[in-house]
């Protein structure tokens, strides 16, 4: 017997109204501001025709406050997996013509279900947040639901990537699931990212802060670190989120899309022997050593304008995809500090939740002096980078550029602290410390009752850089596995990450380590 038109009309009804959700001059209204809805946030993002919805005829429970007579389609958030270059993966996207995006106890149950299935079917997650936060009307139901969440997303971490794009108000309790994801995608305009809005803070400290001081895009990409990616619109930012996914495997159990058609072969770039500038004291711009170094100079950085001392982010060396962490002596010298810690030591861990390879580019004369920093717990977040490095497990190969200094130097992962190759250039220095201060600590007494103290001063640091500082005093020492010319970089890390990938490391069975947060 065929089904009955009486059916399928129903059925064509139900749909339709999911999919007016709010109502059609709500999201003819959101186009006129330049704003995705909803679902066109994941057709943008899905290959065409692979979307798979989940849920689309969920329906609140609420039945205070007049509720039980408001049907709110889908109750505001689409739900669903598709292909994102042909790779499975899940998504969520909130919808704030239905009811602002607020968050019920149905609501949260679709993106908890969704986080599962993700989680136990092993593909990336993708979260679009547009939400006015917690519905009031449902109570602790509502707050329940938040919990429910950030469970799934602690108990999905390491597991499969997670990344939340903020494409609309993210405020209180709604920001802490997108903390607790991978990566954080935030729009220009049309998004804020806060946990106490400005009469709240008013109200408790008489602070006068406008949300642009501190809940913006711009704000969390340079001031708070709070989020990893700056995006144009909502177009932009699914590309991003769909260009990240590209360096990453599907979860933890797969290896990350290495391209091996690649042919490995022996480079010589010359431009890289004169890319050193001939004075120590010049900064070395490393974005154009990872030019020069990376398949077709592409690099996808991560907190590209947060804490610049320390550069970040995705590439592929003759396909093979890996994690890049260098020094940037145009900022700060590139010394360590306390920001630049936190972000190297997460993006550490990233990495090597999900076998991404690390090539760390060494530039660094130490950690940043001053009370601040100390005051602040230098020691406290440097150690978070030793944490990082000693625990990674994934290939970690090391080039020393130029200067490698005391536990700075340990910090930016030496062989002691597991790195798998370590490679310098001749213009390496690696020592305990540079050969000024080195030498007025060793020779402070003679100097001070020295005729000639200059002279004597510059023949002492001469004489300390060429038996201390030369990168062959650490190869004849075994601390490194090279002395290469500058021009042969690119295939010599091609060919160690080749060589590393099969690495397997078992450590002592424990629950966990105790990372100094």
Known sequence: MAISKKLTDELARRRQTALDAGGKAKLEARRQKGLMTARERLEALFDNGSFLEFGMHVQHSCHNFGMEKKVLPSDGVICGIGTVDGRQVAAFSQDFTVAGGSLGFMHAKKICDLLQFAGEN??????????GGARIQEGVESLAGYGKIFWQNVNNSGVVPQVAIIAGPCAGGAAYSPALMDFIIMTKNNSDLFICGPQVIKAATGEEAKLEMFATADAHATVSGNIHLVANDDRHALELAAKLLSFLPSNNMQEPPHDFTVPLENTY??????????????????YKVINRITDGGEFFEIQGSYAKNIVVGFARFQGVVAGIIANQSAYKAGCLDINAADKAARFIRVCNAFNVPIVNLVDVPGFFPGLAQERGGIIRHGAKMLFAYASATVPKITLIMRKAYGGSYMAMCSTDMGADMVFAWPTAEIAVMGAKGAVNVLYGKELKTAPNAEELAAKLRAEYSEKFESPYQAAEKGMITDVIEPAETRGIISRALRATLGKRQTRMPKKHGNIPL
Do not use: R, T, W
Request: hydrophobic fraction near 35%.
């Open 122 to 131: 092993g593909m990336p997650v993708v979260g679009v947040n547009d939400s």
């Open 269 to 286: 770039d010359e431009e890289l022997n004169n890319i050193v500038p001939e004075s120590s004291k010049d900064a070395l711009d490393v």
